[in-house]
């Protein structure tokens, strides 16, 4: 997914001072982590490897501090990105000189500029030339200096001493069952985990078809879900960890993502240790049990681990059960809404919206945007798992939803050439084994629902009657359909907690906001109901 490049840089600030703003240690230990943030080098956005200074360091804070995420992006202006100190004669010539020899200093590139054949016209142009300057925009074009590595340290035992202050994430291999679209077939699956580090517990884990980034987005959004809201996230450095999404969602929610050394896994050992329990234990009989489908190994494994590996002492927790152990601060735990976790979910990238159409083609799929739009570049937001419909952004600003359209009627985008997969021999089905995981399966508690409480629900009509008399006017068509969709999507609603909510939210803000902000908040306040 592309961002702008203010939305990278407010990215790399918030991954530097964030050690500091989550810190609970004393004020000793704070000042030698705000040392040892000052010490070590970075690559920024531009792949350029820089020590942030003291006064840098404290300017980032201090905007942190007072508007939080949206405080480290950079002033907008619209002569952003264009150089307009440096003729492009002179950064060529620039680029070319770094390229061949990359270790040069940026004294020495001017001094080498000035005597070349090239510029003998620009001299003086040369000369009044910012180092600062010319070093970013060869930086901006890929012509970096080569910098020198840091030495790598050892490894020590840690652990986190509160529930939700770090979670660890991990993917790896799964069993093989029959292949959905051919039973004759067998097909791998992959196990997704997220372990919190002070208590064990496994916030969320799961088995996918793939380790694709919906995947990934999937297992996240149901761990944020059961078991509230991290202050930090740590992986490897698998690109799905590393996607824009799951910056911009951690951004939100306020979660501070840290990543591995590359070519050293064992800071995560804790999650790589359960996989392996779970490789050398749960696999072996998972592959014996006759599971014929993907839900069958998951509600296997589900039971596994709520009768086996949260109830049982570990060796680590000082008598304590997993789950003993995160009931220990379960007052410490922060909550987060689905719509917090969905609005954070959705993709992002920049489009150019078709001058003669008016459309917006994403993923192969042609989305119908206003016409006032034609030919004007666009930020097009939408969720991973749902493609009936996209928002239509332009410099922050929500401008509208388009849907999908039908371009042509003897075109199928959907049909791809398949990829042969490998088959791999599978345990012959066991009667104890089979019997075992419906024993577990059945003598699992039931996950706490979601669902609204049984009341006196409306229909959609009366959803709409709601809406008409408490903003004392008629719907526009457009605001009408907004509001049949939003019912028919997330429906069934009490009568009186959507009186209720959409009552508060109109004497808050007005009756004059777009349908979708008053949609957003009557579905956020009926849910914590």
């Known amino acids: 997914m592309d961002i702008d490049d203010r939305t990278k840089k407010a990215l790399f600030r918030l991954e530097v001072i964030a050690p500091l703003v989550s810190w609970h240690g004393s004020k000793q230990e704070l000042a030698l982590e705000r040392k040892r943030v000052l010490e070590r080098v970075y690559k920024t956005p531009t792949a350029l490897e820089w020590r942030i200074s003291e006064r840098t360091l404290r300017a980032w804070l201090s905007r942190y501090k007072q508007k939080g995420f949206a405080g ?13 100190a440096i003729s492009e004669a002179v950064l060529q ?17 001017l001094e080498l500029l000035k005597h070349s054949e090239v510029l003998e016209d620009q001299t003086d142009v040369v000369e009044q030339l910012s180092s600062s300057t010319l070093n970013r925009h060869l930086n901006k074009r890929g012509a970096l200096k080569n910098m020198a590595k840091e030495e790598i340290g050892i490894f020590q035992r840690w652990q986190q001493k509160f529930v939700n202050v770090l979670w660890m994430g991990d993917t790896c291999d799964g069993i093989w069952i029959p ?15 997220f372990i919190d580090d002070a208590s064990r517990v496994i916030t969320h884990a799961q088995f996918y078809w793939n380790t694709q980034l919906s995947s990934m987005l999937d297992c996240f959004r149901k761990a944020l879900l059961k078991r509230g809201r991290p202050e930090k996230f740590y992986a490897d450095n698998a690109w799905v960890y590393h996607s824009t999404t799951m910056r911009l969602l951690c951004a939100e929610l306020d979660i501070k993502p840290s990543f591995c050394t590359k070519k050293r896994p064992p800071g995560k050992g804790k999650i790589e240790r359960v996989q392996r329990s779970d490789q050398e234990g749960f696999y072996k009989i998972a592959e014996h049990a006759d599971i014929k489908t993907l839900d069958e190994l998951n509600q296997f494994y589900f039971a596994w681990l709520t009768s086996k590996y949260h109830k049982v002492i570990h060796s680590e927790l000082d008598g ?14 922060v909550r987060v809404t689905p719509l917090e976790v969905r609005r954070g979910l959705m993709l992002r990238c920049d489009r150019t919206v078709n001058r003669q159409t008016s459309t917006v083609r994403m993923d192969n799929a042609h989305y119908q945007a206003s016409i006032a739009l034609a030919d004007k570049k666009v930020e097009v937001r939408y969720h991973f798992n749902d493609a ?42 066991h009667a104890t084994f089979k019997r075992y995981r419906l024993a577990l399966v059945g003598n699992k508690s039931p996950e706490p629902s979601l669902n609204i409480p049984a009341g006196e629900l409306i229909t959609q009509q009366e959803l709409i009657d709601i809406f008409v008399e408490l903003l004392g006017h008629e719907l526009s068509q457009s605001d009408h359909d907004f509001i049949v969709k939003f019912f028919l999507k997330h429906a069934p609603f009490d009568r009186t907690a959507v009186r209720a909510g959409l009552e508060q939210t109109i004497e808050a803000a007005g009756a004059q906001l777009h349908m979708r902000a008053y949609c957003e908040r009557l579905l956020d306040t009926t849910t914590r109901r």
């Open 72 to 84: 480290l992006f950079d002033a907008d202006r619209g002569t952003y990105g264009i150089c307009r």
């Open 93 to 109: 010539e620039a680029v070319a000189l770094r390229k061949f020899e990359s270790s040069l200093s940026m004294p020495q590139m």
């Open 179 to 193: 292949d959905p679209a051919n039973p004759k077939r067998l097909k791998k699956t992959y196990l997704i985990s």
């Open 320 to 333: 304590l059960t997993p789950l003993q152990r995160w009931l220990v601060d379960k007052d410490r735990l």
């Open 388 to 429: 009936s419909e996209i928002e239509i952004w332009q410099r922050g600003k929500f401008i509208e939803i388009a849907k999908p359209v039908v371009v042509g009627v003897n075109i199928d985008f959907s049909k791809r050439p398949s990829k042969k997969e490998e088959q791999s021999t599978r345990g012959k089905p």
